[in-house]
């Protein structure tokens, strides 16, 4: 200790000497209270580290099989799924795929004489690799190009739907599950089924769309391989919809993903909140702004002449100088409206005021280079 220190200590009195000793003495018991404590591993004969077992793990990561496939919440999966969830909103999106819904409950219903029930799940945003490394096998992967817009999206049924598609076109009976066989491609038959309920399916979006912006969906191509269905670079930004289709006690999810990029063209119109939303244009204030630019004043110059001298030359003008211009007196005059030539025409004389009659338009330099 510190002569300093040594010398504070004996000024002190016995009641702060005896204050201090109690302020150091409750130091010591914190410290011995935030030791950690062992815990007992129950198969670690060493006792000194605690394992986690498998759900435990499941759990942190955002695997947890209770939340179902629509977990995306919670764990590692949130902070890794937290970058895109907010890349873009486009608000008019909901509202297309809600009539999405209405629209294929009636298709459905109409294809399979059945009581088709349709809802939206989600509607989120993912990077195409992600999706496509998460897509559950067996499924059906249907390729459609926007036609209007030059670009493809994905449509994905799973395994579940089309056996009871299969199942519900063929006759199947009302409340038998329908037969899954797992482990065999898709027969012919059954790809050429569920490619109808494809193409009512993409009718239905382009009927959603059409209130919007007039766009036809067409089937491009269907794989059983998420390699083989690739519309886009693996870390593009997509929307994704999930939709719920139950036919009774059968059922399945039909998924659609666009890309951000094949939504370009309108994105504008999907920024809207509501139906026909115009960004910052209130027709009846461009009237108003209109009507009054028309009565702006401005001013035009008749250039009787232009000359060019050096300065020193300027400096050394008195009156009574003669400025001589090359300007005739039969040569026509341009007229100005600020930097800007308009007119040209020859200059007289009305009514005791000195005139210029317009008699040729001066286009802008950008016209003339076009």
Not at 118 to 136: A, C, E, H, K
Request: aromatic share 6%; charged share 25%; net charge negative.
């Amino acid at each position: 200790m510190s002569d300093t220190s040594t010398d504070e200590l004996e000024q002190m009195s016995e009641e702060e000497k005896a204050m201090m000793s109690e302020w150091e003495a409750m130091a010591d018991d914190e410290g011995e209270s935030d030791a950690v404590p062992e815990f007992d591993g129950g198969g670690d004969e060493a006792g000194g580290t605690r394992i986690l077992n498998q759900d435990e793990i499941d759990s942190l990561l955002g695997f947890d099989d209770d939340a179902g496939m629509d977990s995306d919440t919670s764990g590692v999966m949130a902070l890794i799924n937290s970058a895109m969830v907010n890349y873009e909103r486009l608000p008019m999106l909901d509202i297309v795929f809600d009539r999405l819904v209405r629209l294929m409950s009636t298709s459905l219903r109409n294809l399979t004489s059945d009581n088709v029930e349709v809802s939206l799940d989600q509607v989120s945003t993912v990077r195409f690799g992600d999706y496509m490394n998460s897509i559950p096998l067996p499924a059906m992967l249907s390729v459609f190009k926007a036609e209007e817009w030059d670009n493809n999206g994905l449509l994905v049924t799973d395994s579940a739907l089309i056996y009871s598609i299969v199942d519900v076109l063929l006759g199947g009976r009302k409340g038998t599950p329908a037969i899954r066989v797992e482990g065999r491609p898709y027969t012919t038959i059954e790809s050429k089924l569920v490619e109808k309920m494809v193409q009512v399916g993409l009718g239905d979006l382009s009927s959603a769309f059409d209130p919007l912006s007039p766009v036809s969906f067409s089937l491009d191509r269907m794989e059983t391989n998420p390699r083989f269905a690739t519309i886009t670079q693996s870390g593009n930004a997509c929307v994704l919809a999930r939709l719920r289709v139950d036919m009774g006690d059968r059922g399945g999810r039909v998924e659609i993903l666009i890309p951000y990029a094949t939504l370009e063209p309108i994105r504008e119109l999907l920024l809207q909140m509501f139906m026909g939303e115009k960004f910052g244009r209130d027709s009846i204030w461009e009237s108003h702004l209109t009507h009054e630019l028309y009565k702006t004043d401005i001013k035009l110059q008749a250039i009787l002449g232009e000359l060019t001298l050096p300065l020193d030359e300027l400096m050394n003008w008195k009156i009574g100088t003669q400025v001589l211009f090359n300007t005739r007196v039969d040569e026509e005059l341009e007229m100005r409206c600020g930097h800007f030539p308009m007119f040209k025409g020859p200059v007289g004389q009305k009514q005791g005021n000195i005139a210029v009659r317009i008699e040729r338009y001066i286009p802008p330099e950008n016209e003339d280079d076009e």
